[in-house]
């Protein structure tokens, strides 16, 4: 009796606990807690014990300030990055960087290259040999350089980075087909897989998600859902080699979505996007037990793993891994109860006719 009424008085502090750190959360952190609610049902997020992809999003946001974040976040800065944790990882050269759009030399446009900011997404502009427009170029720069990522949605990581431009080679070999391959990885598993052609034209997709043992993806035959065209050209041949990459990548983090580059013989680096579409998934974000929140274990994080050393924070990153202890003890003993009560196959049945 008195170990039963211990648990419950523990839940029912942490019941507490927690929702005086929901309240801090969306007072402390009202853009992030705004982009929450309104991606998560118009309902109160649970930020302090998410139990949602979207909710562990805007906890990412608002607690788990990972000093890698600024650094991936950065397109330039994780090129390096990369190339420490895959060592054979080809990235594309970057040809000039700096703040000034006028200052690019005539020269970088002598081949197609694209242009580029480093702290954001959606920004980057194809120049074609030949083609260069000055003042096209300059007006996408200068706004470019003025949008803040980490205003718009909360996302801590892009508050850090210096804003820079920077031109780079346009990858992929003549005559070849350069397909955009994003990993959504969550530690060394994958469970879906984006495929993009033609970014910068007529654009076609293909989505992948993983089997139910979890451990391949498959093709779900449905179109990627930033394109409108189903792709149906098949994988690159050099597919195992980019999900290798992605897989080395995504294993240095509790989830990470990888982006990678290939023309079926080459795969480059893209970007890795720690809070993807601002922080949510479009389709599976909301579900509380669906595979994508099941495998995103944030007790892998950097905060859980490097907790405060003192204040509220480090109590209640304690408080906050004992609960999570908790849940997952919890489910793992509903799959066991589910598994008993589950009827045998006829071939294996105890008590065959």
């Known amino acids: 009796m008195s170990t039963n009424f211990g648990r419950k008085l523990s839940g029912a502090f942490d019941a507490a606990l927690f929702l005086a750190v929901d309240l801090h959360a ?16 118009r309902r109160r997020p649970r930020i302090a014990m998410p139990q949602t992809v979207n909710e562990k999003f805007a906890w990412r946001k608002i607690f788990d300030h990972d000093p890698r974040f600024p650094v991936i976040s950065d397109k330039l800065a994780v090129k390096a990055w990369a190339r420490r944790v895959v060592p054979n990882l080809v990235v594309p050269r970057t040809l000039w960087s700096g703040t000034e759009p006028d200052q ?4 970088v446009f002598a081949h197609d290259v694209v242009v580029k900011a480093n702290h954001g997404s959606a920004m980057n502009l194809v120049v074609r040999r ?3 427009d000055r003042a096209k170029l300059r007006s996408k720069a200068v706004r470019w350089l003025a949008a803040d990522y980490a205003g718009y949605c909360g996302e801590w990581g892009y508050a850090q980075i210096p804003r820079r431009l920077f031109v780079e080679e346009h990858v992929g070999a003549p005559g070849t087909t350069l397909h955009e391959l994003k990993f959504y990885t969550y530690g060394e598993r994958i469970l879906r897989m ?36 189903l792709w149906e050209g098949g994988l690159p041949a050099t597919f195992d080699v980019a999900e290798d990459v992605a897989r080395r990548l995504g294993a240095q983090f509790d989830q990470m979505r990888v982006d990678l580059l290939t023309d079926g013989r080459t795969v480059w680096l893209s970007e890795l996007t720690v809070y993807n579409m601002g922080g949510r998934l479009s389709a599976t974000g909301n579900e509380a037990a669906g595979p994508e929140t099941e495998a995103w274990d944030i007790r892998r994080s950097h905060f859980l793993r490097h907790p405060p ?9 304690r408080r906050l891994a004992l609960a999570l202890d ?28």
Not at 104 to 107: D, F, N, T, V
Not at 211 to 229: E, H, I, N, Y
Not at 331 to 352: D, N
Request: a positive charge; aromatic letters at 8%; one cysteine or more.
């Open 26 to 41: 969306c007072l402390s952190h009202p853009v992030a807690a705004r982009f929450a609610y309104r991606h998560g049902g």
């Open 309 to 317: 050393a003192a204040g509220w924070q480090a109590f209640y990153a």
């Open 194 to 229: 984006v495929q993009i052609v033609g970014r910068f034209g007529e654009m076609a997709g293909r989505r992948y998600a993983c089997d139910a043992d979890g451990m391949r993806l498959v093709d779900t035959g449905q179109r990627a859902d930033v394109s409108d065209k």
């Open 104 to 107: 690019i030399p005539e020269e």
């Open 326 to 353: 908790r849940q997952d003890k919890a489910k793992g003993q509903h799959r066991k109860r589910a598994a008993r009560r589950r009827p045998l196959p006829e071939t294996e049945s105890a008590h065959p006719s």
């Open 130 to 132: 030949g083609e260069l």
